[in-house]
């Protein structure tokens, strides 16, 4: 069982919901993040958690669920040796996907990360916001 849930967000051009998807069960590294917060975050990540897939960008909305593979280590891309990176391999798509302009309609969301923190590209996700998603996206 899940202990955690995230959302992790990406530019579809760079890394697209289809590509993790082909990644299959051994999933793809997640690396390249350069924000403290957001690292701290990764670290924090364990072994079965879920995450929200979300595409930035034009798009702007959740598209899939992915789960956490192997816990943090390394960021080989960082030459700072500061950052992290995690491996991630897609569970399942959204049967309808969550826009960010349908969660920002919605009052309940006022204090969820995606909303008061625009630009952070890993956040927490309570389990309340997990739970409303979910059902807004039909899983």
């Not at 350069?34 to 909305?61: P, S």
């Not at 969550?98 to 309609?105: P, W």
């Amino acid at each position: 069982m899940s202990k955690s849930f995230w959302l992790l967000k990406t530019e579809p051009e760079e890394w697209s919901w289809e590509q993790q998807v082909n990644c299959s069960d051994k999933g793809a590294e997640w690396n390249g993040v350069r924000n403290f917060q957001a690292a701290k975050n990764l670290r924090n990540m364990k072994i079965g958690d879920k995450c929200f897939f979300y595409h930035t960008g034009k798009a702007k909305r959740i598209v899939g669920i992915v789960e956490i593979k192997k816990e943090a280590f390394l960021d080989k891309s960082d030459k700072t040796k500061k950052f992290v990176s995690i491996v991630v391999k897609a569970a399942y798509p959204l049967k309808k996907e969550v826009s960010l302009q349908e969660i920002k309609k919605n009052k309940d969301f006022r204090d969820f990360a995606l909303v008061k923190q625009s630009r952070l590209s890993v956040m927490k996700v309570d389990l309340k916001y997990w739970k409303k998603i979910c059902k807004m996206g039909k899983v």
